[in-house]
């Protein structure tokens, strides 16, 4: 059997994965190499043109893509036949940052285990066969002791520079301020208010932890707020919510709330639909509920306020969108929370958009 090796490719890794593993649908923001070493690092970049930049950037979860990938690129796809592997597990044992030259990395080091194909069915056999598991001949501590004699078990690290990920650091909402950037202030610490390019006002729930981050697209302007419990802040953990506001007056596409009137609402919901399925059936996720949108009016001030549930790689993702318009600017503020967690998270992140403040 060839020893396994680390892989080499004259095809970058983000060509190669997107080729092999269509569901990543080419959307894998990565370049640099396959990340054996630091020289070789995979880099993960927030800045690929390929990032939604209204979505959350889920800088851990592109990791793990990556490892999972990887491991399947170098004991399957790049195996020769009759010498790949099947029952492929792998377990963290150790992960640390750190900064050389001006840029950050993480490096990852995973424990794998596997089986040969051959020994894997063999195994599987015994197991699920006439004389197998449930059968009173069957001995259970001796398939124990010959899987564990087949099983390969090695361990490989994962570099990754995530310098473009600097700077967004979690931190409590009195402390936010040090994570803000340039398109959001805080100017209310005692009661966690930010401003959004001088145009509105929110408040974040001082029970999270929240990152900041400058969302400057050419038809999207503004600041993405990602939430964590404080608990999960230090442990890699995903984001369990998102708040993003934005002026998207350059996007020819937005609609102008302040005109809008109710006779035209069912209209533009049916455009608002069809562009958020593909917009999302492009970005590898899928629109699995609608629930339609609302045209709320308070006096002069009108606002269009939509709903829906996204399927994102098997998690289902509330979105509320609020359309209004503030000094002539048209703003999109978007709360998404994990749908698990709605009964801590519909609360705080609905109230965050709903009492949005207009600046004067």
């Known amino acids: 059997m060839q020893p396994l090796n680390p892989i080499s490719s004259i095809e970058t890794p983000r060509d190669i994965l997107s080729a092999d593993f269509k569901s990543l649908s080419g959307r894998l923001p990565i370049s640099g190499g396959w990340g054996y070493t630091q020289a070789d690092a995979c880099i993960i970049d927030k800045n690929d043109p390929l990032v939604d930049p209204l979505r959350a950037f889920d800088l851990v979860g592109f990791e793990y893509i990556f490892v999972e990938k990887r491991i399947y690129e170098e004991m399957i796809i790049f195996r020769p036949d ?24 993480d490096r990852l080091n995973f424990e794998i285990t596997a089986f040969l194909d051959s020994d894997w069915q063999e195994l599987k056999s015994d197991f699920e066969g006439p004389q197998g598991y449930g059968h009173p001949d069957f001995d259970l501590e001796g398939h124990g002791k010959k899987r564990s004699e087949k099983m390969l078990r090695f361990t490989r690290e994962f570099w990754f520079d995530v310098t473009t990920f600097v700077g967004q650091e979690l931190v409590p909402i009195e402390d936010t301020a040090r994570a803000t950037v340039s398109n959001s202030d805080l100017i209310d610490p005692d009661q966690g208010v930010f401003s959004v390019l001088g145009l509105v ?3 974040l729930d001082a029970k999270y932890c929240w990152q900041g981050e400058d969302i400057d697209d050419v038809m999207a302007k503004g600041a993405a707020f990602h939430a964590w419990v404080p608990e999960d802040a230090k442990e890699g953990a995903l984001a369990i919510a998102t708040i993003t506001v934005v002026d998207a007056s350059n996007d020819p596409t937005e609609p102008d709330v302040s005109t809008l009137e109710k006779d035209a609402v069912p209209g533009l919901d049916a455009l608002l639909q069809e562009s958020v399925r593909s917009r999302l059936a492009a970005d590898g996720r899928e629109l699995i509920q609608w629930m339609s949108s609302a045209l709320n009016e308070f006096g002069n001030l009108k606002g269009l306020v939509t709903a829906y549930i996204v399927n994102d790689q098997g998690k289902q993702q509330q979105n509320i969108v609020l359309r209004i318009k503030a000094k002539d600017r048209k703003i999109v503020a978007i709360g998404a929370f994990d749908i698990a967690k709605k009964q801590f998270l519909a609360e705080p992140i609905i109230n965050a958009i709903r009492t949005m403040v207009l600046l004067t």
Not at 87 to 96: A, D, F, R, T, Y
Request: hydrophobic share 35%.
């Open 201 to 203: 006002a929110l408040r």
């Open 82 to 105: 009759g010498e790949q592997f099947s029952g492929i597990e792998w377990n963290l044992l150790e992960q640390e940052s750190l900064d050389d030259g001006g840029r950050r990395f």
